[in-house]
T-cell receptor, first 117, second 113 residues
Framework: DSGVTQTPKHLITATGQRVTLRCSPRSGDLSVYWYQQSLDQGLQFLIQYYNGEERAKGNILERFSAQQFPDLHSELNLSSLELGDSALYFC????????????????FGQGTRLTVV | GESVGLHLPTLSVQEGDNSIINCAYSNSASDYFIWYKQESGKGPQFIIDIRSNMDKRQGQRVTVLLNKTVKHLSLQIAATQPGDSAVYFCAETQAQGAQKLVFGQGTRLTINP
């Protein structure tokens, strides 16, 4: 158990709909990262938050957004869903934000499998 | 742009043999590298990491080698076991900046009994 909790584990929804994925980081971790993994693909970085603020953005679609709350949990919002959005969405957390010091290891949750039909 | 790629998408080895998984990266500014193992239906799990001021690091049955000259990273798994069957990803990041991890495509390792 990595200590990172993601809910729900599975989600099936129709095209055009909107869903929210939730992530609770490990206790004490300030950074949260979201990754998308399509079938037989690598992990594509979407976005990172550090202590409530957006820190880095990757290849995240405009239909997607995220936020990190004061209690450090994060939510990834996916809207106007398309069939191609079907994927595993992983959240990871780490202590450091990139100062070059401290732990840079990221711990991953079990993921949310999103199926758009 | 940044990219981390793997030479082979699949690798099969006999149980008990050693395996080597390779990775090439293109961002010379990367100075921290991690190998992750992902079993079916699970999230990536940290295996071992190495910083750019090192060229070799050993763990339990695993060794990571870093060749900065040719931007190459490898993961050696000794005496493979059935539980080593998984997809292995290398990832790179930088100590300065956002610490986002850039992942390669992954290599599926299969251990044959």
């Amino acid at each position: 158990d990595s200590g990172v909790t993601q809910t729900p584990k599975h989600l099936i929804t129709a095209t055009g709909q909107r869903v929210t994925l939730r992530c609770s980081p490990r206790s004490g971790d300030l950074s949260v990262y979201w990754y998308q993994q399509s079938l037989d693909q690598g992990l594509q970085f979407l976005i990172q938050y550090y202590n409530g603020e957006e820190r880095a953005k990757g290849n995240i679609l405009e239909r997607f957004s995220a936020q990190q709350f004061p209690d450090l949990h994060s939510e990834l919002n996916l809207s106007s869903l398309e069939l191609g959005d079907s994927a595993l969405y992983f959240c990871a957390s780490s202590v450091s934000r990139g100062s070059g010091r401290g732990n840079t290891e990221a711990f991953f949750g079990q993921g949310t499998r999103l199926t758009v039909v | 742009g940044e990219s981390v790629g793997l030479h082979l998408p699949t690798l099969s080895v006999q149980e008990g043999d050693n395996s080597i998984i390779n990775c090439a990266y293109s961002n010379s500014a990367s100075d921290y590298f991690i190998w992750y193992k992902q079993e079916s239906g699970k999230g990536p799990q940290f295996i071992i990491d190495i910083r750019s001021n090192m060229d070799k690091r050993q763990g339990q049955r695993v060794t990571v080698l870093l060749n900065k000259t040719v931007k190459h990273l490898s993961l050696q798994i000794a005496a493979t076991q059935p539980g080593d069957s998984a997809v292995y990803f290398c990832a790179e990041t930088q100590a300065q900046g956002a610490q986002k991890l850039v992942f390669g495509q992954g290599t599926r390792l299969t251990i044959n009994p």
